[in-house]
């Protein structure tokens, strides 16, 4: 019988977080580095990838790389680094994200084509370039990990006028649908989280202008999301406590986005 609590050790395992730089991908990396994982950041900007390594490698083995994800190129590119660092991947998250407001008589294209890029194309060709890593790390009772940072605004329409945002996350989920059914024969589970309102960057703007207890009044719990609750959900999906899960979408919003 399994020790309940090995269940949830991420310990000699590979992962990939991309957005890894801040918000929640960054607590995702900090939960997997000092849990025993090495890990792979990346982001667009270097100057951001090297400050959230030097972080990261206080606490073990971390390297990062500087990628565009809203192009195939980018997703080639940071698949090459990856494999000039390992032969497999045992968790992927899928994190990079951004988002687009804007009035729907004034909304551009460029802030639907950019937010379709990054959040939904992103995702989708990074995935078919780790397939190699993640087919090397994959076990039938030990499958290999693909995480999607999705949004309750892809679970239900939001007040906000994100049209992009929430369709490319709404998007995402359908997506790790298919994913998960076509990734299944491999020995690869593919899940998503679906993050409510958290004291990132992207959130900042929405922050400010609404007030953080105007917003956090909205959720069901009367709280904004915290650090701990990304790092328990990095353990959990990203270890073999959910080698039994695949194709799921985990709201963490504190209620929004499921009974409100």
Do not use: C
């Not at 400050?51 to 080639?76: M, N, Q």
């Not at 084509?113 to 030990?142: H, R, Y």
């Not at 940072?149 to 359908?174: C, D, N």
């Amino acid at each position: 019988m399994t020790n309940p609590a090995e269940l949830f050790s991420v310990k000699g395992k590979t992962a990939v977080i991309t957005g890894g730089t801040r918000g929640i991908g960054l607590d995702m990396a900090r939960a997997l580095v000092a849990n025993g994982a090495k890990v792979i950041i990346s982001s667009r900007k270097d100057v951001a990838v090297e400050a959230a390594v030097e972080e990261l490698a206080k606490h073990g083995d971390a390297s990062g790389f500087a990628a565009d994800l809203g192009t195939i190129e980018g997703a080639k590119a940071l698949a090459e680094f990856v494999g000039s660092k390992t032969d497999k991947v045992d968790i992927l998250i899928n994190n990079a994200g951004a988002t687009w407001g804007s009035t729907l008589e004034d909304f551009p294209e460029d802030g639907w084509d950019k937010i379709m890029n990054v959040n939904l194309k992103g995702p989708f060709f990074l995935t078919q370039q780790m397939l190699p890593f993640l087919k090397a790390a994959a076990e039938p009772n030990s499958p290999a990990k693909v995480i999607n940072v999705a949004s309750v605004e892809g679970m239900r329409a939001g007040q906000m006028e994100t049209y992009s945002y929430g369709a490319s996350k709404s998007a995402l989920i359908h997506l790790t649908e298919h994913l998960a059914l076509q990734l299944a024969g491999r020995n690869i589970t593919v899940n998503a989280i679906a993050p409510g309102p958290f004291a990132t960057k992207m959130m900042a703007g929405t922050i400010q202008m609404a007030g953080e207890d105007t917003i956090a009044a909205m959720v069901p719990l009367k709280r904004l999301g915290q650090s701990e609750d990304l790092y328990a959900m990095a353990l959990y999906l990203g270890s073999g406590a959910s080698n039994y899960v695949t194709g799921q979408t985990i709201a963490l919003g504190g209620g929004l986005g499921t009974i409100a």
